[in-house]
């Protein structure tokens, strides 16, 4: 996938992420689509390694969508954890 894609996906599943956590988050919309990207690098690279899959398939496969919201949602909740802790 490219790079557009791939900025894409993550901005959406920051966006899902977010909606399935809610709560006060600090930043906005540029810090939703960072870990939504690096999200998606994470789900992706979790499922190769804990279930042996290529779950960065394609751009409309169920499994690259499912990756990049679980691991956006394991990232905003460790950004939620350090973003606390720092107040």
Avoid: C, H, N
């Avoid at 790079?3 to 899902?16: D, H, S």
């Avoid at 999200?39 to 290529?54: A, E, M």
Wanted: charged letters at 10%.
């Amino acid at each position: 996938m490219g790079i557009i894609a791939w900025i894409l996906i993550g901005l959406l599943a920051g966006i899902i992420a977010k909606m399935l956590m809610p709560g006060k988050d600090p930043g906005g919309i540029i810090v939703t689509t960072l870990i939504g990207i690096a999200g998606g690098l994470l789900g992706g690279w979790l499922g190769k390694v804990i279930f042996g899959v290529d779950s960065i398939d394609g751009f409309f496969e169920i499994s690259t969508w499912v990756a990049a919201i679980i691991g956006s949602i394991i990232l905003l909740a460790i950004f939620r954890l350090f973003s606390r802790a720092t107040r």
